[in-house]
């Protein structure tokens, strides 16, 4: 059975970092791409970034370009997001989800967890 | 810029309803990859529909997608009591992916 599970989620002090973290089982990692979507309370979904099976092709809303890190280690199954200069609208909470490598589509996603950027 | 969906749409047990998600030529318009995610309150998100029409296994047979143009479409036929939450497009945007900002559909 395919699970996602995200951690890291905090609160944390605006203009800080954080690094969160999503880790898989159940499907063979490296032939999937993985996505970062978030939600802020009370509103939608928005996409934040994703980054191919072999790690080597990264993309990033405009929203988080310059200030967030997608990156994954195969070897650990797992996928990070490094988070810099947070600010309020970045509160959300974050989910982790699983696409197959050449598709466009969010196949599977983690619970989600919750980062919180307030002083 | 985000997709544009209904903010809500209701509907009786047993009736169907039809969710809009238009976008535009770079987005809907351009790819064959309009998905479908449903989500009630406090839950992650669902895939419902993918590559406009695909339904992924364990899906019923009542959610169908189409597409016209820039406009994707979602249909829920024999609307049920457990159908009602809330639904987000989603399309492939050239490397990136943009979101609708939702519809409820509420079962009356």
């Known amino acids: 059975e395919e699970q996602l599970l995200e951690s890291g989620g905090d609160l944390v002090q605006p203009g800080g970092s954080l690094r969160v973290s999503c880790a898989a089982s159940?499907?063979?990692?490296?032939?999937?791409?993985m996505t970062w979507v978030r939600q802020a309370p009370g509103k939608g979904l928005e996409w934040v970034s994703t980054?191919?099976?072999?790690?080597?092709?990264?993309y990033y809303a405009d929203s988080v370009k310059g200030r967030f890190t997608i990156s994954r280690d195969n070897s650990k199954n797992t996928m990070y997001l490094q988070m810099n200069s947070l600010t309020a609208e970045d509160t959300a909470v974050y989910y982790c989800?699983?696409?197959?490598?050449?598709?466009?589509?969010?196949?599977?996603w983690g619970q989600g967890m919750l980062v919180t950027v307030s002083s | 810029s985000a997709l544009t969906q209904p903010r809500s749409v209701s509907g009786s047990p047993g009736q169907s309803v039809t969710l809009s998600c238009t976008g535009d030529?770079?987005?809907?318009?351009?790819?064959?990859?309009v998905s479908w995610y449903q989500q009630h309150p406090g839950k992650a998100p669902k895939l419902m529909i993918y590559?406009?029409?695909e339904r992924p296994s364990g899906v019923p047979d009542r959610f169908s997608g189409s597409k016209s143009g820039n406009t994707a479409s979602l249909t829920i036929s024999g609307l049920q009591a457990e159908d009602d939450a809330d639904y987000y497009c989603?399309?492939?945007?050239?490397?990136?992916?943009?979101f609708g900002a939702g519809t409820k559909v509420s079962v009356l």
């Open positions: 030529s770079g987005d809907v318009g351009d790819y064959d990859q």
């Open positions: 989800a699983n696409h197959p490598t050449g598709t466009a589509y969010f196949d599977y």
């Open positions: 159940g499907f063979i990692f490296s032939n999937y791409a």
């Open positions: 590559d406009v029409t």
């Open positions: 989603c399309a492939n945007a050239g490397g990136s992916y943009v």
């Open positions: 980054i191919n099976g072999g790690g080597y092709n990264t």
